[in-house]
């Protein structure tokens, strides 16, 4: 990754990766600034598999690409239902 620790924001929107905190983590509450982009890639593996230890290498590309398909989906769903996810 070129820029690993740039924050997640620049390629998620708000709403986006406080979700995505709260899935991968478990937890109702988000941090209130964005995490790095590096650890976003991870969260988004995560969701599709990813085990996250620390001997695995990154999440693979076909892996990534798949789960941000499904994760756009769900986004998209969830701003048009209104749910509130901050």
């Not at 820029?3 to 979700?19: M, R």
């Amino acid at each position: 990754m070129i820029l690993p620790d740039i924050p997640c924001s620049v390629f998620f929107d708000d709403d986006e990766w406080k979700a995505m905190y709260k899935i991968v983590n478990k937890t109702k509450y988000a941090p209130d600034k964005p995490y790095s982009l590096a650890d976003a890639v991870k969260y988004v593996g995560a969701i599709g598999g990813y085990k996250r230890s620390p001997s695995d290498g990154p999440p693979g590309l076909k892996s990534i690409w798949k789960e941000l398909r499904e994760l756009s989906n769900a986004f998209e769903c969830v701003k048009y239902l209104n749910f509130e996810t901050t």
